[in-house]
Each structure stands twice: as C-alpha cells, then as structure tokens.
C-alpha cells in the first residue's frame, strides 16, 4: 500500500494525540509530570519489521493488545528492558531493583503501564477515524524480542502487508523509548485512511 506525505502527517498526528493521552495518564500514575514525544512515524511493508526493530535476539518487554471492532488489528507496545526496569521503579517509587522476569508484582505494574500505552494510541487512533475500537486485556512477555513478534505474528488472522510504527519517547523520568506498532488485519488501514477523510 502507497501512503502519501499527506497520510502519513495524519498518522503522525493521531500519534502526538495518542502520546499526548498517554502521557497524562502516566503523570497521574507516577505522580509526576511525564511528557512524551512522537519523534517518528513509519508505514513499513510487513518484511521490514524485524529491520526496524532490528536485534531480534534482544530481550524486550512486549506488550500485546488485540484490537477488536470495524479496523480490527494487533497493536504491541515494545520496551528496551532498561527501559521497562526504570518505569518500574518509579511506579514503586524506589531505586530497588526487581526482576523482571520472576517478580509477578512488577509484570503486573508494567502491563498496567503497557495497558495505558496501547490504549492511548488506539483510542487516538478510534477518535479521528471515528472507527469504534476496542483494545483486549494486555499480554506481557519479557523475551528475545524475535520470540515475541513471531508468536504474535502467528496468532489467527490475516495481517495486513503493512505495517504502523510509533517511536515514542518518554521524559520526567530518566528518558524512556518504546516503539508502539499497529499490524492491521487485511483491510483494516484502508479503512482507517479512507475514514480520516485520506
């Protein structure tokens, strides 16, 4: 799918919305002010996620929200472990470090974090195309991040041929990048261009 300069401002667009939502909620879980910047927005054909993820044998936290409605779709939120280490210790409010991949307490605070990440972008993503979407209950994997996207690429469904990518980065704490992805189910983002009016 061609996407022009003109789509792809709108994308950008529902991406400064969806961080700006995003980082909202997470001032008010943090109790502190976090901003969050949408420096890059990327429509990739399918072959060339694992090229712009790029390490595949990198340990991340994946995030992963099925996407349900009229543009159904996967969305993932991916976070450098690092990354994932220190918004952690912030949501606990102490320099301890925890383990991400035994300590159930800190899974469970970084889904939630993941939760209002994806969420974010898909209700920016819902309010501008005016498509209902509905996220599902998040998944949380902390694995070589090749694992991770197979699994989710494999899943039921026909995927799109291509692909949304969201570079984010996160300020308030020491900085934080993640990328958001959407993977469109077979028609899904020719609905969502044609409904943004594209």
Sequence with gaps: MNVTQF????????????????????????QRRIDMSV???????????AAIVGHLDTPQAVI?????????GKAVFLFPVESAEIVVQALFGSNEFRDLYTDEMAQSALKEVGNIL???????????????LQPSVPALAVDMIGASLDA????????EDTVLFIDTQLSGIPQIEGQFIFLPDEGSLEKLLGALGL
Excluded: C, M
């Excluded at 992963?64 to 409605?69: A, D, F, N, R």
């Excluded at 989710?152 to 995927?159: K, P, S, V």
């Design 7 to 30: 789509q792809l401002d709108a994308l950008r667009e529902i991406g400064n919305i969806g961080s700006g939502h995003a980082a909202t909620a997470l001032s008010n879980l943090l």
């Design 39 to 49: 420096p890059e927005v990327w429509v990739v054909p399918f072959e060339q996620v």
């Design 64 to 72: 992963y929200v099925k996407v349900e409605g009229e543009a159904s």
């Design 118 to 132: 994806v969420s974010s972008f898909i209700v920016a993503l819902s309010q501008l195309s005016g498509i209902p």
């Design 152 to 159: 989710i690429f494999l899943e039921e469904g026909t995927l």
